[in-house]
């Protein structure tokens, strides 16, 4: 990195979460404790055994995404917002502190280090992709927005935060804050934010999927490897209680567990 932001000329580095940040889906991670609270059964959580396979392996397409989109409404209507409050403010550093990458922390230190901002950019719920961000030193995040009625899920999505609407976002961000999108970062695994990636001027490869690989590969973005999940707990300060508190966690433990249903479905019958 070479370009500092300079003056009516600010710059951003735009990083996905799962699988560029840390190391597995961010609402996968919560199934258990989840479960143990009687917000999932328990063949959610099997569901979700398969769903990290299937996460692990390949990226989301367009009609996976809207696959699990449906899957997470149904999932989640009615779930009481308090409860889920209670339950990712109790589980979120024992969870999350083992899953991040020392590398995407690392270089998140860089990118401040050069004037940027940091911004976190994920499908999953915004109230839990907010208190990770502040972990791992973000800036700022955009997530999934959920809607609420009488303090629980309605079954309606505000805002997904996937595809294009990464894109739509972080030009959003661009305009309240300034950035000059040519002179940004973006960072992501999955073809399925190809969008976020054509909308700066400096696109990366973390970890990508297969489609995400050829993409990278045909129009020379760097391609990076993050392997070394390690504990962030005895490097970073823990936020206090009121810190990592969340009003909604947007995505159901199972967000991928529809993607892994569905794409197990298309496997057996080709």
């Not at 990083?15 to 840390?22: R, S, Y």
């Not at 917002?81 to 991040?100: A, G, K, M, N, Y």
């Not at 391609?223 to 936020?239: G, H, N």
């Amino acid at each position: 990195m070479t370009e500092h932001a300079t003056e009516g000329s600010r710059v951003a580095a735009f990083f996905d979460l799962d699988k560029t940040v840390i190391a597995k889906s961010s609402t996968l991670a919560f199934s258990r404790p989840f479960f143990q609270e009687g917000l999932i059964n328990r063949r959610a959580v099997l569901k979700s055994a398969y769903a990290q396979f299937v996460f692990m392996l390949a990226g989301a397409d367009a009609d996976q995404m809207d696959r699990m989109r449906s899957h997470i409404t149904a999932l989640c209507e009615g779930w009481d917002v308090e409860q889920v409050r209670s339950i990712v403010e109790e589980t979120l550093h024992d969870i999350v502190d083992p899953l991040v990458y020392k590398e995407a922390t690392q270089l998140i230190v860089d990118h401040k280090g050069e004037g940027h901002d940091v911004v976190v950019v994920s499908a999953s719920g915004e109230e839990l992709v907010a208190p990770i961000s502040t972990m791992v030193g973000a800036t700022h995040s955009v997530g999934t927005r959920m809607v609420v009625a009488e303090g629980r899920y309605s079954g309606e999505v505000d805002f997904y935060c996937a595809g294009e609407n990464k894109a739509i976002a972080i030009k959003q961000l661009a305009e309240q804050h300034d950035y000059d999108l040519s002179q940004c970062y973006a960072y992501s695994d999955s073809i399925s934010d190809l969008p976020l990636l054509e909308a700066v001027g400096h696109p990366t490869a973390v970890n990508p999927d297969r489609a995400l690989r050829r993409v990278a590969l045909q129009r020379g973005w760097p391609v990076l490897t993050f392997s070394d999940p390690v504990s962030l707990r005895a490097r970073l300060p823990r936020p206090s209680g009121a810190a990592v508190a969340v009003t909604a966690i947007g995505l159901g433990a199972a967000t991928a567990a529809g993607m892994a249903w569905y794409g197990l479905r298309r496997r057996r019958r080709s």
